[in-house]
């Protein structure tokens, strides 16, 4: 029986790195890919996939694609750090 798989898709490639490994070591029995971008999803048959976990700006841009698949999309944003919005 094949394992289940999960997509990982993000511009930023040290993300996809780091959310990989601690998918891979949350759910061993899962199957974790990664992807740059969207059409790099495309190209590897995204339906084989029980989840999503993907920047936001991709969802953004494919917003069709994830929202026909909310239910098994989990949005990945980054919060501006503490000191961004802080004055000295």
Do not use: G
């Given at each position: 029986?094949?394992?289940p798989?999960?997509?990982v898709v993000?511009?930023?490639t040290l993300?996809?790195?780091g959310l990989r490994q601690m998918l891979q070591n949350v759910m061993p029995i899962?199957?974790?890919e990664a992807f740059g971008s969207f059409d790099d999803l495309l190209m590897h048959d995204p339906e084989r996939f029980v989840h999503y976990f993907?920047?936001?700006s991709?969802?953004?841009e494919h917003r069709p694609?994830?929202?026909d698949r909310r239910h098994k999309t989990c949005l990945l944003y980054t919060s501006p750090s503490p000191r961004d919005g802080a004055t000295s």
């Open positions: 029986m094949e394992r798989k999960i997509a993000d511009p930023n993300a996809v790195m899962m199957t974790v993907v920047a936001q991709v969802v953004l694609f994830f929202l």
